[in-house]
């Protein structure tokens, strides 16, 4: 029979924590946002292994042709021939707060990606009238592509996905009727080597049928704040739920829903057991 995982101390939403925060190097420069998240399934088990930074792991997140739009004119622009998103491995991710820190190797490889932002800066953007500017001001001529992207150290792993592609997904029960829509991804790291956090583990996933307000994260708290917006936003959600990754059916990457396993016993996410 199949056990469910006790949910441990350091469980968190990868939703909550880090899609969308600020990415800080090592000198406290900015280099973008954490766009997406690079999963590889390893032993059975589905880990995060990456951050995505940049429109290529941002489209496959907006909605229809918005999304779609955005890789497309991404990949029409990028001065690489065929360009690769920009994954930095969990291992260069030292700690995660109000902003993702990474390491100085992290630092340097993200800050070597910009070269697809300078060439805009001076081939598109410099040229639109009325734009002030030049090549001076972004540090002179742009990182050649060859040289901006080491796709042996930042492109997608073979046989990857991202968190996109579970995100918003129908969740179907184990009679096959819709119970609502994944909305959370609880995860846990896994290893830890000197400050640096490591790879995570998903150990479960939280689903509603009224996923917008779950991104504030009052769904995930229960001592979340003000205390009226938190009564009125928490009796919205009242019928979310979160079932251990174990009492979920393997996961079809090619299907549009994902399916509760006859075992499941979902929990609202306040719950302790």
């Known amino acids: 029979m199949t056990t469910t995982r006790a949910r441990g101390r350091d469980e968190f939403d990868l939703v909550l924590r880090l899609l969308d925060h600020q990415i800080v190097g090592s000198g406290g420069e900015l280099l973008g946002n954490v766009d997406n998240l690079e999963l590889q399934e390893i032993g059975?088990?589905?880990?995060?292994?990456?951050i995505v930074v940049g429109p290529a792991g941002l489209g496959p997140r907006l909605p229809g042709k918005v999304g779609r739009w955005t890789v497309a004119i991404w990949r029409r622009l990028h001065p690489a021939?065929?360009?690769t998103a920009t994954v930095l491995q969990m291992t260069h991710v030292i700690?995660?707060?109000s902003g993702i820190e990474v390491s100085e190797w992290g630092s340097r490889a993200l800050a070597g990606t910009f070269g697809f932002e300078q060439w805009l800066v001076r081939y598109v953007i410099a040229r639109i009238p009325g734009a002030t500017g030049g090549p001076n001001d972004v540090g002179g001529e742009p990182v050649p592509a060859e040289v901006a992207v080491d796709r042996r150290k930042k492109a997608p792993a073979a046989g990857s996905h991202l968190v996109s592609d579970l995100l918003d997904r129908d969740m179907l029960d184990a009679d096959g009727a819709n119970v609502g829509r994944v909305c959370g991804l609880l995860c846990e790291p896994i290893e830890r080597n000197g400050l640096e956090v490591g790879r995570l583990r998903i150990t479960g996933v939280a689903y509603g049928k009224r996923p917008a307000g779950s991104m504030l994260g009052y769904r995930a708290d229960r001592h979340q704040g003000p205390i009226v917006v938190a009564v009125l936003i928490r009796a919205w959600h009242r019928g979310d739920r979160h079932v251990s990754i174990d009492e979920v059916d393997p996961i079809d990457w090619t299907s549009a829903a994902i399916s509760l396993g006859s075992h499941a016993?979902?929990?609202h996410p306040h719950s302790d057991s």
């Open 81 to 83: 021939a065929e360009p």
């Open 44 to 50: 059975g088990e589905l880990i995060v292994t990456g």
């Open 265 to 267: 016993h979902p929990r």
């Open 95 to 97: 700690r995660i707060g």
